[in-house]
């Protein structure tokens, strides 16, 4: 059998039970803070780990900015550059269109019929100085020697036949009533020049 506690025993008892409920509700109590300082704590830590955070997105966007504006004036001369390489080549394009103007060759002035009987005259008289009987002359070699390339051969012919005088003949005769040819060929006497002589074809 257990011995009877004395009064004062168990009023100790309930002293110390008294005094030890309060100590483990204290405990109890700071067992609880602490958890709630140490989440409120890592609550902040977390904000401020946000902030940090943002900030550095913040500044990272601003750093960004003027690497984007510096790399636009780089486009800008590029193109500036290319434009003005561009520009020599469209001179030279120019260059190229410029015609030439054709100059106009100027008109062949052709010899008249009077023309071409002073030169069978002169060439008659020279004749007659040397004291030859007569001349031969060919249609197309005088038209050679007074204007070789041109076509004026009619002409030609036209001023022999009105140099032949009294006494003259034909040594290559045309077919060709109007005896246009470059084989009409006609000598010329020349021992007797006068002026009485009259023309061939008043003759006939």
């Known amino acids: 059998m257990p011995a009877k506690k004395t009064v ?5 008892e309930t002293e110390v039970k008294v005094e030890k409920k309060p100590a483990a509700k204290k405990t109890t109590t700071a067992t609880k803070a602490a958890p709630a300082k140490k ?3 890592t609550k902040t830590a977390a904000k401020k780990a946000v902030k940090v955070e943002a900030e550095k997105a913040v500044e990272t966007k601003e750093v960004k900015k003027p690497a984007a504006k510096k790399a636009a004036p780089a486009k800008k001369a590029t193109a500036e550059k290319k434009t003005a390489a561009k520009k020599p080549a469209a001179k030279k394009t120019t260059a190229k269109k410029t015609t030439v103007k054709k100059v106009a060759k100027p008109e062949v002035v052709k010899k008249t019929v009077k023309d071409y009987e002073d030169v069978i005259n002169w060439k008659k008289g020279e004749a007659h100085a040397m004291d030859w009987l007569y001349i031969e002359i060919n249609a197309n070699d005088l038209l050679t020697e007074v204007e070789a390339g041109v ?17 003259d003949g034909f040594i290559v005769e045309p077919a060709e009533e109007n005896k246009v040819s470059d084989t009409l060929t006609v000598r010329y006497y020349c021992d007797n020049l006068s002026e009485d002589r009259r023309k061939y074809f008043d003759v006939l």
């Open 39 to 41: 989440a409120a704590t």
């Open 8 to 12: 004062k025993a168990a009023e100790k």
């Open 151 to 167: 076509d004026n051969l009619a002409t030609t012919c036209e001023a022999i036949l009105n140099c032949m005088l009294e006494g």
